[in-house]
């Protein structure tokens, strides 16, 4: 009997073994085999050398927000495609048509009400998973609707935020996002709501430059790439070596860029308490979610 038959006998009676046993560490110098059960028990996070998984938009909400809190805001935006973009003989069509498939989402970001820790906030979440999380025009009218609805109901704004950059198959539509976003943010700066941008890996681009870097308090999970071009680019132009580490989170917080640097199983407590000691009082007035989450 050849030795892979003798292996991978399976006779009559017994349980098929599940694909999904076991998940592979996704740091190149890891590489760990981890139980799956034991790896969605610590948040994705590798239990050797500490690699946090990238998340999709929903899993990141089920982790950090209340259970059934979250209720979905402007659901209904779909991108187009107004330059009719080809990208290696791939319509521009047919790539939003492969992520909708393939995540669930109609973008890139996913807006809605919510509450961590018993408190409201509005979260704008990420999903790298869309196109990189690129951001095109309704990514960005995603971003700046959810400002402008927390300028007015005074709800604090968490971003959970993760992108390659701009979204180059809409060419000045997409740019256009950075100048937009960042200026409804002036808006609720002036209207003294908070807004925390938690970075994940990777977030960068004209991400980086508009709305993810403009964030009251800045956190970062542990390794996350964060900047604006990566370090392959900065190398290749600028022809020096970048320091070990260079634009990981870690490195970004020893250089003044962010704030915080959290691991995944401390986020929910964290953003909990910056929630409950910056939120106004006014931001739970009659009519609008308390604290606990019910009508005022």
């Known amino acids: 009997m050849p030795i892979r038959d003798f292996f991978h006998r399976r006779g009559a009676g017994s349980p098929d073994i599940p694909d999904d046993l076991w998940a592979r ?25 500490e690699h946090h998984t990238r998340l ?5 909400i089920a982790q950090l927000l209340d259970p059934n809190s979250f209720h979905e805001e402007d ?36 807006c809605g009400t919510g509450r961590i820790e018993d408190v409201a906030m509005r979260a704008l979440v990420a999903d790298f998973g869309f196109m990189g999380a690129s951001m095109g025009s309704v990514v960005g ?11 007015q109901d005074r709800l604090p704004l968490v971003a959970v935020c993760a992108s390659g950059g701009a979204r180059m198959h809409e060419g000045i539509f997409s740019l256009m996002q950075m100048a937009k976003t960042a200026a409804t943010l002036a808006r609720l700066a002036e ?30 999970e542990p390794g996350a790439l964060v900047g604006f071009a990566g370090p392959r680019v900065i190398e290749q132009i600028t022809k020096q070596k970048l320091p ?26 964290t953003l909990g308490r910056l929630l409950r000691h910056y939120s106004p009082p006014t931001a739970y007035a ?9 009508e005022a």
């Open 25 to 49: 560490c996704g740091n190149e110098r890891c590489r760990d085999l981890i139980y799956s059960r034991e790896f969605e028990k610590n948040l994705r996070v590798c239990s050797k050398c």
């Open 56 to 60: 999709s938009a929903r899993a990141r």
């Open 75 to 110: 659901a209904e935006l779909r991108p187009g495609d107004p330059l009719g973009f080809v990208s290696d003989g791939q319509p521009y069509r047919d790539k939003l048509a492969d992520s909708r498939e393939k995540t669930g989402l109609e973008e890139a970001v996913l």
């Open 141 to 151: 009218e995603k971003v700046a609707r959810g400002v402008e609805r927390s300028v």
């Open 191 to 220: 209207a003294q709501v908070p807004f925390f941008a938690l970075l994940t890996d990777p977030t960068t681009g004209g991400v980086t430059a508009s709305f993810a870097g403009l964030g009251d308090v800045l956190l970062a």
């Open 244 to 269: 070990p580490r260079a634009q990981r989170s870690e490195f970004q917080l020893e250089h003044g860029m962010i704030d915080l640097v959290v691991h995944r199983r401390d986020l929910r407590p």
């Open 286 to 294: 009659a009519g609008g979610p308390s604290r606990n989450g019910k």
